[in-house]
């Protein structure tokens, strides 16, 4: 195997760790960040350009879209490695999970598992008045979520609601997830982390949106629960297991049937090359367990308002806008990586980039205000 494909909304990193590998790397994505350099050739969605808006990702964002823009790709990829928002692809080319509507498809997922793993309530509601029924026949606290789609969005708590949704129970506890490697026949967990959640994305308030990961996270009966997890689902590859732990509890709340968001950490925290490892899984064999040799802090940065957006030359930056594009309110902004000896100078480091970064913005903050609508 000699070319790959890696499709997706943002393929950067897992391009680049390919690249580095010695593919001829071919990329399609949504995203064609400023810093985006390592790979044979690129296709993209976005076309950023200074002076002009880059819009809104739900508003121009189709599977379609990036299955034309990927299509002499496919044809030329010895194997293809999907990502988040990858259409429906030749299964024999497939470098993971080829079919994964048990997986994606939340309340399919639930009633799977539902009675070999710890899983909070949920029920799939098309009547309103149904999921308001059942929230005031008990106690429990619940949210609203779509059937589909990742990253949080659309995830809140439980008002009321129309059309399709899950009622799903509310459990309060530390968001985490494991990082597990797959052949079909064995599996292992080679990380975890502590997810990063924010509530708080101007436009998207009070929805549970992903934000991060501090690696590693917790280890011990995580790593098993996973591990068995993705067999059961007969996952191959690099898959994710997205968790609530509550005191000593463990709820499993959804599967990521493919490369994760923890990825960059991962590589950091282990030392290893993620896709190296992922191709291995798929071909049938399993790397050895890595120990953790650092700790490592992802931050993504929503934009806090409608800014322009600057050259920005801060260490530790990626996935940066093209100088002088502006970025729309709650869009995705960039992401922040730190690693360190520890977990608490990490921490600092990421939220030192962070302020940095913020204070920049402020002075480049555009005072067009938003249009309405947008």
Do not use: W
């Amino acid at each position: 195997m000699e070319e790959i494909l890696v499709i997706g909304v943002n393929t950067r990193p897992v391009v680049e760790s390919a690249f580095r590998l010695g593919y001829r790397v071919y990329s399609a994505g949504y995203y064609c960040t400023a810093d985006f350099k390592h790979y044979t050739e690129r296709r993209c969605i976005l076309r950023e350009r200074s002076g002009e808006s880059c819009g809104r990702f739900h508003e121009n964002f189709t599977q379609e879209k990036l299955l034309e823009a990927a299509s002499d790709f496919i044809e030329r990829a010895d194997g293809i490695i999907p990502l988040t928002g990858a259409p429906p692809l030749p299964g024999e080319k497939v470098l993971g999970n080829s079919r994964v509507d048990h997986v994606e498809d939340k309340y399919r997922l639930y009633r799977r598992i539902r009675n070999s793993y710890p899983t909070p309530e949920t029920h799939l509601i098309s009547d309103p008045a149904e999921a308001m029924e059942i929230v005031a026949a008990g106690e429990k606290k619940y949210i609203a979520k779509p059937v589909s789609g990742a990253g949080g969005f659309g995830v809140t708590e439980f008002r009321e609601g129309d059309g399709e949704f899950l009622l799903q129970e509310y459990i309060e506890g530390v968001p985490v997830s494991a990082s597990v490697l797959s052949t079909g026949e064995e599996a292992i967990t080679v990380l975890t982390s502590r997810q990063i959640i924010d509530r708080g994305v101007p436009g998207f308030e009070g929805q549970f949106v992903y934000a991060g990961n501090m690696t590693p996270g917790p280890s011990g009966e995580i790593e098993d629960l996973a591990s068995d997890l993705i067999l059961d689902l007969s996952l191959r590859g690099s898959n994710g297991v997205d968790l609530i732990m509550r005191d000593s509890e463990l709820y499993v709340i959804e599967v990521n049937p493919r490369i994760q968001g923890t990825f960059e950490c991962a590589e950091a925290s282990l030392g290893i090359n993620m896709v190296d490892a992922h191709i291995r899984a798929c071909m049938g064999e399993l790397i050895e367990k890595p120990d953790p040799v650092r700790y490592a802090v992802k931050r993504i940065l929503y934009a806090p308002a409608r800014c322009l957006v600057g050259e920005i030359k801060t260490m530790g930056v990626h996935d940066l806008p093209v100088p002088g594009a502006i970025i729309e309110e709650g869009e995705p902004l960039l992401t922040v990586l730190a690693s360190h000896n520890s977990m608490e100078a990490a921490e600092n480091l990421a939220s030192t980039i962070c302020s940095r970064v913020k204070k920049e913005l402020h002075y480049l903050q555009c005072p067009t205000p938003r249009p309405q609508g947008a």
